[in-house]
């Protein structure tokens, strides 16, 4: 549960969904959520990014508000890390964006595709 062994773990849970393995990917990403949590402060940014990683993967597999509950929690704890401007916070962004578009959750979709960080 060392932060080294859960960023890694986190990567390559990305990787994996990237690949196509999502299923694989999802419960390797599950784990680190519940270990980075056991392990690291509450609030600490890399449980913000896991939780982001983890809510992108449910999103593919369709479990939608399993999808949207980890990417607003993660989301908040960027932010709330780094501010709202920060590059982080607008990949959190941007995947709630994809979310709500596969979900056809347009009214939502436009609230959150106007909350891109500009360049």
Known sequence: DHLYTL???????????RSGSTAE???L???????????LPEGHWRTGRVLVAHG???AD????????????EGHALLEKTYGPGH???????????????????LDQRALWAARIPGP
Do not use: C
């Open 56 to 58: 992108s993967v449910l």
């Open 7 to 17: 960023a890694a773990e986190s990567v390559l849970g990305q990787a994996l969904q």
């Open 61 to 72: 597999l369709g479990r939608y508000e399993e999808a949207e509950a980890r990417l607003l």
């Open 25 to 27: 990917a999802q419960t």
């Open 87 to 105: 590059e982080r916070v607008g990949e959190a962004v941007q995947e709630l964006v994809r979310l709500y578009e596969i979900w056809n959750r």
């Open 29 to 39: 990403l599950a784990s680190v959520v519940e270990r980075s949590r056991r392990a």
